[in-house]
């Protein structure tokens, strides 16, 4: 199973609107709404801020959105913040035929 | 609120195997798949594979099949994952994780080269 496809670095200014984007296949992205999305500040354990392609978690600020287009998921975030400084991974069921999971490489989210 | 707790650091030498351990509360332990994703220095995260705790099933990435176990303890809510033959590359912190949705803090696993 190859990993999702992500850009590796992604930047904008406070205020600004910025997406990441999520490449996977027909088998993977898809097929399936079973796209999360997870941040994660150096030296932490990862959080999820979107799941099933475009539902936030509890507590997660609704200037996160996420959506998807055929093979393609993205991730929206608007009215950049400092804090969203991070890396941003996203991860995709990939199939009832093994039942994997399988990750995008990462994006590093730099906030200028 | 949901906790899964993971020891800190284990060193192994090249060839040996390591058993991670994730104690669950805040949930009932049988209702939710526990994942197992790592994360080597520097770089993303790797899916590793699932258990279900309910009925002990479990679903392996293909490049850990044959080296990979993940059992489970349901009177003690832990779940482990056991990673054999061991070698530099599998240097990683290994984290635990309920339904993909809340996270241990991971366990660095440490082969020397």
């Known amino acids: 199973q190859s990993a999702l496809t992500q850009p590796a670095s992604v930047s904008g200014s406070p205020g600004q609107s910025i997406t990441i984007s999520c490449t996977g296949t027909?088998?993977?992205?898809?097929?399936?709404?079973?796209v999360s999305w997870f941040q994660q500040h150096p030296g932490k354990a990862p959080k999820l801020m979107i799941f099933q392609v475009s539902k936030r978690p509890s507590g997660v600020s609704n200037r996160f959105s996420g959506s998807k287009s055929g093979n393609t998921a993205s991730l929206t975030i608007s009215g950049l913040q400092a804090e969203d400084e991070a890396d941003y991974y996203c991860c995709s069921f990939a199939g009832t035929t093994t039942f994997n999971w399988v990750f995008g490489g990462g994006t590093k989210l730099t906030v200028l | 609120q949901v906790q899964l707790v993971q020891p800190g650091a284990e060193v192994k030498k090249p060839g040996a195997s390591v058993k991670v351990s994730c104690r669950a509360s805040g949930y009932t332990f049988t209702s939710s798949y526990m994942h197992w994703v790592r994360q080597a220095p520097g770089q993303g995260l790797e899916w590793m594979g699932m258990i279900n705790p309910s009925d002990g099933n479990t679903r392996y990435a293909q490049k850990f099949q044959g080296r990979i176990t993940m059992t489970r303890d349901t009177s003690t809510s832990t779940g482990y994952m056991e990673l054999s033959s061991l070698r530099s590359e599998d240097t990683a912190l290994y984290y635990c994780?309920?339904?993909?949705?809340?996270w241990g803090q991971g366990t660095l696993v440490t082969v020397p080269s």
């Open positions: 027909s088998s993977d992205v898809g097929s399936y709404d079973l």
């Open positions: 994780t309920r339904d993909l949705t809340d």
